[in-house]
């Protein structure tokens, strides 16, 4: 699959994630393999910011912008999932019990999040965050971190071949 925004483009194949830039008129096009297969695959919304993360439990961010090397980061566990703040600013890496909130541009762990988030989504002002594991939704003060509210969720119920989820609570 292939991801992206702001010019920028992630993909994975069988022999890596790779990235491209394309620059405005005038400009020019960069590409480079990141990393050998990674699990996740994250842009930020600028198109400025490219991270991936594998099994082996290193985050690398890099700078599209300066084309540097990348930002090393060993996270201590296997990730579920990579996100860019809105603004770009951070990097949340989900965890089966846990999501690190990361400064891309040092890879300082900023702040850690007590809740699973094998999924996490911001509202598009950027001052909410969800997290999501299997049992619970956790809902973030994105600038924070504070949890504000958690919900345990339902069993679901997906028919084959289903559009749509129906909910079943306990």
Do not use: K
Not at 19 to 48: C, E, I, K, N, Q
Not at 117 to 128: E, I, P, Y
């Amino acid at each position: 699959p292939s991801y992206g925004t702001g010019g920028a483009t992630a993909g994975q194949h069988d022999h890596g994630a790779v990235l491209t830039r394309s620059m405005p008129a005038g400009g020019f096009a960069w590409g480079t393999t990141l990393t050998a297969r990674p699990d996740h695959v994250s842009v930020d919304a600028s198109g400025r910011w490219f991270a991936t993360a594998d099994r082996s439990g290193e985050l690398r961010v890099v700078d599209l912008l300066r084309r540097g090397d990348p930002v090393v980061v060993a996270l201590g566990g296997a990730p579920t999932g990579v996100w860019f703040t809105p603004d770009g600013s951070r990097v949340w890496v989900g965890f089966d019990d846990r999501a690190d909130v990361i400064d891309p541009a040092t890879g300082a762990i900023v702040d850690r999040i007590d809740a699973g988030a094998d999924l996490v989504a911001f509202d598009d002002s950027g001052q909410f965050a969800g997290a999501s594991d299997e049992e619970r939704r956790v809902l973030v003060d994105a600038a924070t971190h504070e949890q504000l509210a958690t919900a345990d969720l339902p069993d679901l119920t997906v028919a084959e071949n289903a559009r749509f989820v129906t909910a079943a609570y306990a």
